[in-house]
């Protein structure tokens, strides 16, 4: 009984201790994440998944678009979610965060039903439509053709960027590469 009161007592001093450490200078409390209780599962899941997607030179415009394609893919395939657990360092993880609570009911739909879109990071110069995705469109993405791009049927997220940075919004940079669809807020 003594070994566990003097366990317990230990483990109190440690919570109590952590804000007080410091490494180089900063306290390790900031140093971590900490998802609050208040933020759903979803909500943590989705911000993840959008930090270890993009890359620090996304506008805000771009990143709401990425979040609205994980998020209608989240609704449709919960599995392909499965592997997001580290954070890529870049840009402003608050602001995902704060996007993903704005954008909470955010789906595409296609025919009244969540439509997964297929996206990746550079296209090899346009995109196409397929059986399997019908509201793809044949787009040009000429901003991927120097970067020697993989993906073909599907969305490529740095033509997106590159759309929110000519001054498009979410919306009208998704529908440069998907059709016969309602983006859903």
């Known amino acids: 009984m003594k070994s566990k009161i003097v366990g317990f007592l230990f483990i109190l001093l440690?919570?109590?201790?952590?804000?007080?450490i410091n490494i180089n200078g900063r306290s390790v409390k900031s140093a971590v994440t900490v998802f609050s209780d208040t933020q759903s599962p979803e909500v943590?899941?989705?911000?993840r998944k959008t930090a270890q997607t993009i890359d620090s030179g996304f506008t805000d415009e771009a990143v709401k678009a990425v979040i609205i394609?994980?998020?209608?893919?989240?609704?449709?395939?919960?599995?392909?979610?499965?592997?997001?657990k580290a954070v890529k360092k870049g840009y402003d993880y608050s602001k995902i965060e704060k996007y993903v609570k704005e954008l909470k009911s955010a789906c595409i739909l296609y025919k009244g039903k969540a439509a997964p879109v297929p996206y990746f990071?550079?296209?090899k110069g346009s995109t196409s439509a397929g059986k399997?995705?019908?509201?793809?469109?044949?787009?040009?993405?000429?901003?991927?053709?120097?970067?020697?791009?993989s993906g073909s049927q599907g969305v490529?997220?740095?033509?997106?960027?590159e759309l929110c940075k000519l001054g498009l919004s979410c919306k009208e940079a998704l529908s440069h590469y998907l059709r016969d669809v309602t983006i859903r807020n």
């Open 69 to 84: 394609i994980l998020q209608t893919n989240y609704k449709c395939d919960k599995s392909m979610f499965a592997d997001t």
């Open 121 to 123: 990071m550079y296209s």
């Open 132 to 149: 399997k995705y019908p509201y793809l469109r044949n787009a040009a993405s000429p901003w991927d053709t120097l970067r020697g791009g």
């Open 44 to 47: 943590s899941l989705i911000a």
């Open 14 to 20: 440690i919570l109590v201790m952590i804000p007080m």
């Open 156 to 161: 490529s997220l740095n033509g997106i960027n």
